[in-house]
């Protein structure tokens, strides 16, 4: 009876050790600028905690130069534009006093409207460098915009999270998203301005091509794919060795 309880506690340990970790977004927050200004307002999600990914998308009017606000050690991993509209997406690792943190972005000499988007993920590999990742931007002029396919660097894992992402022009709302979960729109309400769509899945394989979205008119677009790897307890051979 002993040896079956102590079999029995040793499969339960390993088993909590080899639970697949998966990101997730804790909190999000949007807003828009509706007026044509330089320097726009944006706010951090409500809750975020010490180690979260913070994951900022923006999009404005025209082609700006986006400067992002000094206050965090922002990482940018995208800028796009193509030519009536710019996409950008920033990150930054946090230590848990950023909630609801009131945060500017600039374009510069470019007076224009915006849209943003921000997600809180937790649960992810906590290295800026190698576990976020995204492809190639693909633009285009339709109701269909289609975020591009991308491999990440440190390969296949089950639980990897991918985050796609349209960017339009003329404030256009979207009625159908690219990936199922965490499904956020945003536009700006002054007329001629711009809209931004997020979605994201948790999917396997060694790379992913996002679904397109649909918004509600033919116009320009930016689209991007990001994938965020999750944190130790993953079953990729490096989070397996982080354990």
Not at 42 to 68: H, K, Q, R, Y
Not at 93 to 111: H, I, M, R, V, Y
Not at 150 to 164: E, K, L, R, S
Request: glycine share 10%; proline share 4%.
């Amino acid at each position: 009876m002993l040896r079956q309880y102590f079999i029995a506690g040793i499969l339960a340990l390993f088993l909590a050790s080899n639970v697949f970790a998966q990101a997730s977004v804790r909190s999000s927050s949007q807003g828009n600028e509706a007026g044509d200004v330089t320097t726009h307002n944006f706010t951090l999600p409500a809750t975020i905690e010490n180690n979260d990914l913070v994951f900022c998308s923006a999009v404005t009017d025209g082609t700006p130069t986006i400067t992002w606000d000094s206050t965090y050690s922002w990482t940018e991993i995208h800028e796009d534009s193509d030519t009536t509209a710019t996409g950008t997406t920033e990150i930054f690792k946090a230590d848990g006093t950023e909630d609801s943190d009131a945060l500017t972005f600039s374009t510069g000499g470019n007076s224009q409207q915006s849209a943003w988007i921000c997600l809180a993920i937790q649960d992810w590999g906590e290295d800026l460098a190698n576990d976020v990742d995204c492809g190639t931007a693909a633009t285009g002029a339709s109701d269909s915009p289609d975020p591009p396919s991308v491999t990440p660097g440190w390969g296949a894992d089950a639980n990897n999270m991918y985050i796609a992402i349209e960017y339009n022009d003329v404030e256009r709302t979207v009625s159908a998203y690219s990936l199922p979960d965490n499904n956020l729109n945003e536009t700006s309400a002054g007329g001629g301005g711009v809209g931004v769509g997020v979605s994201s899945d948790i999917l396997g394989g060694a790379s992913q091509d996002p679904g397109t979205y649909t918004i509600s008119v033919s116009d320009g677009w930016v689209a991007q794919t990001c994938v965020v790897e999750p944190a130790a307890g993953g079953n990729d051979a490096r989070a397996r060795r982080r354990r």
